[in-house]
T-cell receptor
Framework: SQELEQSPQSLIVQEGKNLTINCTSS?????LYWYKQKYGEGLIFLMM?????EEKSHEKITAKLDEKKQQSSLHITASQPSHAGIYLC????????FGAGTRLTVKP | GAVVSQHPSRVICKSGTSVKIECRSL??????MFWYRQFPKQSLMLMAT?????????EQGVEKDKFLINHASLTLSTLTVTSAHPEDSSFYIC????????????FGPGTRLTVL
């Protein structure tokens, strides 16, 4: 089965700082999803990457998928308190599986 | 994007009772639906996969007699937690996959279950 490792598990940054979250797969990824969540709430879809070397951006968040399609990174520029939450990477062959998540805290 | 709803959003029940959670795809037909569970400070873990009109496939370690899944139509799947215990308290999220485009999976807003 697809196994996804996320790092770091938790991250505390000062407002305005940049940060990166990584997601590594044990197998080639054919679709890598990034979600944001607060526990007890639903998932907020951020981005989906499919092609090796693909990069997508939305506002201050950029996600990349490496050429080998086994690693993805999520980069937040000039973080804000509104970026706080749990970030999950997900991938699927038949069903969606998730990494362990990264808990982001942004200190004002 | 496609919309998936869940009902109820929150439920509190006594130990030993059964609780039913509904998952509906509102604007598309879902041939496959998935149920996930999330404990505090943990990620989503897949519990089971259900295809319309057939029995659900459960992940290892998930008791099929305790978590009954019914996918009776292309827009509705239900998860019934039977004889609930406090350790079943969790956040349950369903997901539905549309026939077209294939592999697009949409998530419901989740149901928070608290068993007293």
């Amino acid at each position: 089965s697809q196994e996804l490792e996320q790092s770091p598990q938790s991250l505390i940054v000062q407002e305005g700082k940049n940060l990166t979250i990584n997601c590594t797969s044990s197998k080639t990824l054919y679709g890598l999803y990034w979600y944001k969540q607060k526990y007890g709430e639903g998932l907020i879809f951020l981005m989906m990457l499919q092609k090796g070397g693909e990069e997508k951006s939305h506002e201050k968040i950029t996600a990349k998928l490496d050429e080998k399609k086994q690693q993805s990174s999520l980069h937040i520029t000039a973080s804000q308190p509104s970026h706080a939450g749990i970030y999950l990477c997900g991938a699927h062959l038949y069903d969606m599986r998730f990494g362990a998540g990264t808990r982001l805290t942004v200190k004002p | 994007g496609a919309v998936v709803s869940q009902h109820p959003s929150r439920v509190i029940c006594k130990s030993g009772t059964s609780v039913k959670i509904e998952c509906r795809s509102l604007d598309f037909q879902a041939t496959t639906m998935f149920w996930y569970r999330q404990f505090p400070k943990q990620s989503l873990m897949l519990m089971a996969t259900s295809n319309e009109g057939s029995k659900a496939t459960y992940e290892q370690g998930v008791e099929k007699d305790k978590f009954l899944i019914n996918h009776a139509s292309l827009t509705l799947s239900t998860l019934t937690v039977t004889s609930a215990h406090p350790e079943d308290s969790s956040f349950y999220i369903c997901s539905a996959r549309a026939s077209v485009p294939y592999n697009e999976q949409f998530f419901g807003p989740g149901t928070r279950l608290t068993v007293l």
